[in-house]
Structure formats: structure tokens, C-alpha cells
């Protein structure tokens, strides 16, 4: 049985579950991410501008989890880590992983917005501006940074030189850029 904390005010049982939903999605996106990280870095696949890529996007997404953590015991919440299911560790090509870690970042874009959309019908401000400044733009941001690696990855044909040569790009800058 989880004590409620004294330090609890405006702060629903709903909004602790959907925070620890949260904290589980960010940690199955960075158990993800460096699943990735080892496929690229596999001497079939061998691209280090992947695995640089994919390490740097796990260490945030723990960081991300880590920061929901302390918000929910900040506001006197119970933060519950429940089991990961097993991520994708195998992918068919560099288009294949890109394509599932897009899906994966749109999923958790839309938990964020669903949790945004709960602390607004609660009125729990504080929660809505965290999120908003904490969360929601970085995500934003991520997508937008996996579709521009995916339209490279489509321009330059997903194989060979092209690929070589985006992953040397990718090594160098640690984002798709354009």
C-alpha cells in the first residue's frame, strides 16, 4: 500500500497513473534506442553515425524519464516502475528502424498530449506548464528530426554509398540535418 505523501496538493490519482504510463513509455523508447544502437553497430550493418545517433537518443530518453520521476515524488506523487516489454532489437534496414522509432516518437507525442489534456480538465496548472516546457517541444522536435531522416534516407536510396555517406553526415552533426 503506497502512503500518501503530505507534500500532495492538486495532484489526481489519474495524473500520477498517466505520469508512471509516461515514465514506462520513455523507458521502453530508450530500452528501444539502444536496441537500435547495437543493430547499427554490428559488423553487417556497421554504421557509427546510427549508433552515435541512437546512444545519444537513449541517454535522453532516460534523462526524460528520470525528470518525470522526480516531478511525480516532487508533487508528493507514488511513481511505480512496472516491466518493459521487449523492444524491437532486430530491424529489416536503416529505413525499417527509422520508420519504427518514428512511429514510437508520435506514440509518445500523443501520450504527452492526452497527459497535457488531463492536467487542463483537472486544472492542474502546474503540470500543464511543465509538460509544455519540459516535454511536449522536445518532442516536437524529435519528430521532426526522424522525418528529416527518413526523407534521406528515401532520397539516397537506404543502401550504399548514399547511406555511407548520410551515416558519416549523421556521425558528424548527431542530428539529420538538411
Not at 534523462?63 to 508528493?76: E, F, N, P, S, V
Not at 500523443?110 to 492542474?124: E, F, H, P, R, S
Request: glycine share 6%.
Amino acid at each position: 500500500m503506497v502512503i500518501q505523501s503530505v507534500a500532495k496538493q492538486n495532484f489526481s490519482r489519474s495524473a500520477e497513473d498517466a505520469i508512471n504510463q509516461q515514465i514506462q513509455m520513455y523507458q521502453f523508447s530508450q530500452q528501444t534506442y539502444l536496441a537500435a544502437s547495437a543493430y547499427f553497430d554490428q559488423s553487417e550493418t556497421a554504421l557509427p553515425g546510427f549508433v552515435k545517433y541512437f546512444l545519444e537518443r537513449a541517454e535522453h530518453e532516460g534523462k526524460m524519464a528520470q525528470h518525470l520521476i522526480d516531478y511525480q515524488i516532487t508533487r508528493g506523487g507514488a511513481c511505480i516502475i512496472n516491466s518493459i516489454p521487449q523492444p524491437i532489437f532486430e530491424w529489416e534496414s536503416a529505413m525499417n528502424a527509422i520508420e519504427c522509432c518514428l512511429a514510437l516518437e508520435k506514440d509518445i507525442n500523443k501520450a504527452l498530449l492526452g497527459l497535457t489534456t488531463l492536467a487542463i480538465n483537472q486544472t492542474d496548472t502546474h503540470l500543464r506548464h511543465f509538460l509544455k516546457k519540459q516535454h511536449l517541444k522536445y518532442k516536437v522536435e524529435t519528430i521532426e528530426n526522424f522525418a528529416k531522416g527518413y526523407t534521406q534516407l528515401k532520397r539516397v536510396g537506404g543502401e550504399g554509398l548514399g547511406l555511407h555517406l548520410l551515416d558519416q553526415d549523421l556521425y558528424e552533426h548527431e542530428k539529420f540535418i538538411i
